[in-house]
């Protein structure tokens, strides 16, 4: 079977005639004829019973026709495709980053992604910075977000500005105050952390040893921001991530600077030995945009 013999047989099926898929082709009445007889040979089918120069679809043209346009629906989704790549990439976007990030500050750049892209699909997936480089790695992500990189990593790694980590307590707590809190400050008060095997808990955990600061640890979660939540609630004290903190700002918690500085870094990954696509890029631009502006507004 050949391409212009199901053109042809499809346009006899829609127009009902011959006449009809000629002109819907911009061919002849007899090349049509001709294409459908070839058709009948390749096939060994009899499509059309030959009444009075008119072609009667027999059953098996019918079910033919019904294969034909399953197929043809393919080719449309096809040519959706291919309109969608040629005009700023595939049509969705998967996003890997750490829970940190992945929770409240993507959001808002996905916001902000969505007024020109909105037909996009985006995806969000958030882990911990090895399983965010393992879906990059194996492309099962188009970008990530992590802070560290392993010595193994094969992605594509590209630096994002160090964000100094701060304090957030309730507004009426004792210390709400001052205009910022040494870690010493927080001798004996009920500090809710982030879990064990964490690699900012741990960071903070030697921290507040090297200061000699002991701190009532009775309150653990995954998420920096369920941390910032029981803070709100007038549970504790925590350190947080800025953007993080940023979804908290005028919700009954004191924002302050942290000392000794602790600074979180945080990277990009993309998968490796692939460049990125338009609308990855568009994506990425976005992202880093809103990254430097949300950060310098917390340095100020």
């Given at each position: 079977m050949k391409l212009r013999?199901?053109?042809?047989?499809?346009?006899?099926?829609q127009a009902g005639s011959t006449t009809g898929a000629a002109q819907e082709l911009h061919t002849s009445q007899s090349n049509v004829s001709r294409l459908i007889s070839q058709l009948e040979i390749d096939t060994r089918l009899v499509l059309f019973e030959r009444t009075g120069g008119r072609l009667i679809p027999k059953p098996e043209a019918k079910a033919l026709f019904k294969e034909v346009e399953?197929?043809?629906v393919g080719l449309k989704s096809l040519t959706y495709a291919a309109d969608t790549i040629r005009n700023l990439g595939s049509g969705r976007l998967r996003i890997a980053s750490i829970p940190g990030i992945g929770l409240s500050f993507l959001p808002r750049v996905v916001q902000r992604f969505k007024q020109s892209r909105p037909d996009v699909t985006v995806s969000i997936h958030t882990n911990t910075s090895n399983t965010v480089e393992q879906w990059v790695s194996s492309q099962f992500c188009d970008i990530g977000i992590v802070a560290f990189v392993s010595a193994a990593a094969t992605c594509q790694?590209?630096?994002?500005p160090d964000s100094e980590v701060v304090c957030i307590l309730p507004k009426n707590h004792r210390l709400a105050g001052k205009a910022k809190i040494k870690a010493t400050d927080l001798q004996?008060?009920?500090?809710i952390s982030l879990v064990h095997g964490d690699g900012s808990r741990e960071e903070t955990d030697r921290l507040f040893e090297r200061e000699g600061v002991s701190r009532n640890m009775s309150l653990e979660a995954q998420y920096s921001a369920s941390c910032c939540e029981m803070v709100k609630v007038g549970l504790g004290v925590t350190l947080a991530h800025p953007l993080v903190a940023s979804d908290f700002v005028g919700q009954g918690v004191k924002i302050l600077p942290f000392s000794p500085s602790v600074h979180y870094p945080n990277f990009l990954l993309y998968p490796p030995h692939s460049s990125m696509s338009q609308l990855a890029e568009q994506f990425v631009g976005l992202l880093r945009d809103q990254f430097e502006?949300?950060?310098?507004g917390w340095q100020k």
């Open positions: 013999q199901i053109e042809a047989f499809r346009a006899v099926m399953r197929a043809f790694v590209e630096a994002l004996g008060e009920e500090y502006r949300e950060i310098a």
